[in-house]
Structure formats: structure tokens, C-alpha cells
């Protein structure tokens, strides 16, 4: 079964911290997502990638980067951490362009991020 | 704008009855893909059915597509508590060669004892 692995499930941060949540996954899929989920809001999108190197701004981009230097890898970093930013935050991946029909997404079990 | 929006936001039923969620959106899709989600955790693929199709089995989840209405029903026979979790629908809508995933907010299935 494909993995995805996300580094953390709870990390609490201070406000103006530089965030890192790490996500990886290990079946050479070489698209990978970022969402984060809050009640009342659903998941909503905040960058994606299709290969290494490449990144895409997804609905809500503001206050966040992503690094993807390895295929296998997907880092969503929190430039400054603001109480706002707290949320659940769930990677997802699937193989290649046109096969999310097939597979689906594969997420992560989620990273909860409290800023303080 | 909210795509997927399920219905009800919230079911609470007794073990061994089934469940119905609802799902309605918007625009054209290619595929509609239901998720559960257990608390506290990520979300797991439960079942895909593409635009052409009416309806799909996967054990004890049957799904239901109704383009004319753009809508789409899960059901849970013969519920368990296990089963007990956020179910969320998903749109798929091809634009380009990108697929525009959109979720709904999400129905809490809770299965009493």
C-alpha cells in the first residue's frame, strides 16, 4: 500500500516561529498536496506540486511556502507562525496527472499544529 | 465556492441500521469520490464513481450518481461501529490536464451501540 507520512501529529509552535511540517511519501507518486482542515470550512487547498521543483499556489496560499526538492518529499513551511495558522493540516498525494480518476487521493494522518 | 455539500451535517443511528448520506455540487464532473475520515486523523478513499456510471458497490457502501440533479448518495448497510466517522465527498473536475478537487464540508456519522 502507498504511504504517506507526515513527521509530526501534534506540534505546538509560538507565534512567529518558522514553521516546518514535513510530508513523505514512498510510491513515487509525483503529485503531492497540502490542505488544511478546519470546522465549519471543509479542507481547502493550499499549494500543490507536480514534480520536483515545481509548486503551485492552491485557494489559500497566503502566510505559507513549499519546498519539494525530492520527489518523494513535500515540506509546507509557515513563514511566520500566527494563532490563525492553527489547524489540522493534511498532505496528499497521487501518481500522475490524469490518474486521479483511477487511485484517488492517499493522505497523510494529518498534522495538528497548534500556535500559541 | 463550495463545490460538494453533504447532507445531513450530522446522523446519529443505531447499530446495524444503514446510512444515508447525500452529496450535491455544482458544476460538471468527471468523478466523485466519497472519504471517511476518523477522528483526529487523515482521510481514506472509500469509493470513486465516474461520470458516466449511476451507481457502485464496494462491499457494504453503495454509491449513487445522479448527473441530471448533480447529486450523489453513500450508503452504509447493516452499520457498525466502526463505522462511525466524517464521510466527505469530492469532485473531480478535469480542467486542462489539471484535476480541480473540490471537497464538501462533511457528514459526522455517529453509530450508537
Known amino acids: 500500500d502507498v504511504k504517506v507520512t507526515q513527521s509530526s501529529r501534534y506540534l505546538v509552535k509560538r507565534t512567529g516561529e518558522k514553521v516546518f511540517l514535513e510530508c513523505v511519501q514512498d510510491?513515487?507518486?509525483?503529485?503531492m498536496f497540502w490542505y488544511r482542515q478546519d470546522p465549519g470550512l471543509g479542507l481547502r487547498l493550499i499549494y500543490f506540486?507536480?514534480?520536483?521543483?515545481?509548486?503551485e499556489k492552491g485557494d489559500i496560499p497566503e502566510g505559507y511556502s513549499v519546498s519539494r526538492e525530492k520527489k518523494e518529499r513535500f515540506s509546507l513551511i509557515l513563514e511566520s507562525a500566527s494563532t490563525n495558522q492553527t489547524s489540522m493540516y493534511l498532505c496528499?498525494?497521487?501518481?500522475?496527472?490524469?490518474?486521479?480518476?483511477?487511485?484517488?487521493?492517499?493522505f497523510g494522518s494529518g498534522t495538528r499544529l497548534t500556535v500559541v | 465556492s463550495q463545490q460538494g455539500e453533504e447532507d445531513p451535517q450530522a446522523l446519529s443511528i443505531q447499530e446495524g441500521e444503514n446510512a444515508t448520506m447525500n452529496c450535491s455540487y455544482k458544476t460538471s464532473i468527471n468523478n466523485l469520490q466519497w472519504y471517511r475520515q476518523n477522528s483526529g486523523r487523515g482521510l481514506v478513499h472509500l469509493i470513486l464513481i465516474r461520470s458516466n456510471e449511476r451507481e457502485k458497490h464496494s462491499g457494504r457502501l453503495r454509491v449513487t450518481l445522479d448527473t441530471s440533479k448533480k447529486s450523489s448518495s453513500l450508503l452504509i448497510t447493516a452499520s457498525r461501529a466502526a463505522d462511525t466517522a466524517s464521510y466527505f465527498c469530492?469532485?473531480?473536475?478535469?480542467?486542462?490536464?489539471?484535476?480541480?478537487?473540490?471537497f464538501g464540508k462533511g457528514t459526522r456519522l455517529h453509530i450508537l451501540p
Open positions: 496528499a498525494s497521487y501518481p500522475i496527472a490524469g490518474t486521479f480518476t483511477l487511485y484517488g487521493y492517499t
Open positions: 469530492a469532485t473531480d473536475t478535469l480542467m486542462n490536464r489539471d484535476d480541480k478537487i473540490i
Open positions: 506540486s507536480y514534480d520536483v521543483k515545481m509548486k
Open positions: 510510491m513515487d507518486h509525483e503529485n
